[in-house]
């Protein structure tokens, strides 16, 4: 039975009493920092409107204040938010997260100025301003500022874009109002005539279930609904690309693509170099697919055959208490360092919130902010996946202490093409161990199994969409009008080549682009897929190699943002840039397949 909250014992939960002993000190550090009763709240910072062209000083004070000012405020919505999570349902913490939401807002509103008038100093003053010792501190943040001065109009043309984009909001919200709250998928019934229902959440299910007329009833019932509806989906993909496309041309970007990379200095090549790698290498994807035909002894393999597990699952349960030694184990090869900080996180640092109680915020994640642990959120069940969950979380929040401990505020937190990287690493290191100690080939077999369908789903899926996202985009600008036809022929022919001759692609998939919500966001998948193969590169070096790789990536995790994503991982030992890190990912693949064709096929 689940407890709580209030029953929660102390060794359990996370250590929130570091931040604020009570909502009364939130209170009191709330009315120090934000002094004003009504707008403007942030006077102070306004003071500075209109000055920052006078002197590198005065720039160099404001940006002070600024980020002085957001480091209180994050500290302030820490504390908030992570109450919050304890109970969704208690009051004192969710008017305080509230609150703080609303603050941030406001702070955000009456700064929104900063940027624009920092880019209206004309280039030569704001260089010289960069190399004065008052802005010593900040020399990157301006540099990479600058960079989007060809890309910022007047602020009359940023006004008339802020509020298209207000109203160019429709297509996405109107996705997500068909596909998640008015779309119903009805029942479908399994191979005993047992009728079930169909959702987003048991979809999945289904799909990995080992009755295979379930399956193919939830494929084909689901991705139906999608189809009668392929005119009003396609009108919103459509008007979703045409926003992009909007922006792009409105600030002077060449693609949607570029405006897409060029705000995070990624060059379009790590996204044209990851399809190429993946496209070259598509047969390690086909050998899987081959396998897996053959271990499920299928004549033919539908599409609705390749999620369902082929290897019995791995029964063993775990403690916290056990789940913990692993993961803090697995981390031997990154040195005694980070093994011991990690292993004081965990255990006397209190940063893990570990159990399940009432009203608790499901699933997992790592947060916190400058002035607080790296906090985790767990629901820890026992099961493999929550040790996993465990390493993933770990990986984040040690890149966060790392990086927090080692930057000023303002180069703290990691950008998002290179957050995956370490709880995707740390998984690594956990699977390693795992599959060296396993007491035998079955339990072997299950885990190799789940590390090449999650490499499968992370790695060879998201690229495919991003080939299809790219061929949308590139579509719209050469003004070729997509239509229903259009899409569902460009998917299946990405399906065909994606799984290879050996799975039969079912019709029903054409409309399975219809369904994905990341196509709205506009050349967000790459990242998953980048990630990934970054973290499998790495983790390949710093544990085939020696002293020199390791500190290359400890080094990686104590960056932060102090410079741009593709040059940190360039100085950790991966260049994103070329093919090399997704072929070694592949690679990778294809030797797993290869040891769990020989485990399964051993008897
Ligand atoms: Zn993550």
New binding site residues.
Partial sequence: MTVLRKNVSKKDSWNVEALYPNFKAWEADLKKTVKAKAAPFFKEILNFKGKLQKSSKQLAELLELYFQTERKLRKLYTYAKLRHDEDLTEETARKAADTITTIYHLFSQETSWIEPEILAIDSQTLKKFIKDKHLAGYSFFLESLSRLRPHTLDAEKEFLIALADQALQSPHKAFSAISDADFKFGHVVDSKGVKKELTHGTYGVYLRDQDRTLRKNAFTQLLNKYGSYENSLTELLQGQVQKHNFHARAKKYATCLDAALFPKNIDTTVYKALIKAVRENIFALHKYMKLRKKVLGLKELHLYDTYVPIVDSYDRKFTYEEAEELVINSTKPLGDDYQKILKNGLKTDRWVDRYENVNKRSGAY?SGCFDSSPYILMNFKGILRDVFTLA??AG?SMHSFFSRTNQPYHYSDYTIFV??VA?TFNEELLMQDLIKNAKNDKQKAFLINEKLEDMRATLFRQTMFAEFELFLHTAIEKHIPITPQLLKEEYMKLNRFYFGSDVIIDPEIAFEWSRIPHFYYGFYVYQYATGISAAAALHEKVTTGGKKERDSYINFLKSGSSDYPIKLLQKAGVDMRTTEPVERAIGKFSKLTDELQKLLTKK
């Fill in positions: 790592s993933h979380e984040h957050a995956e709880s």
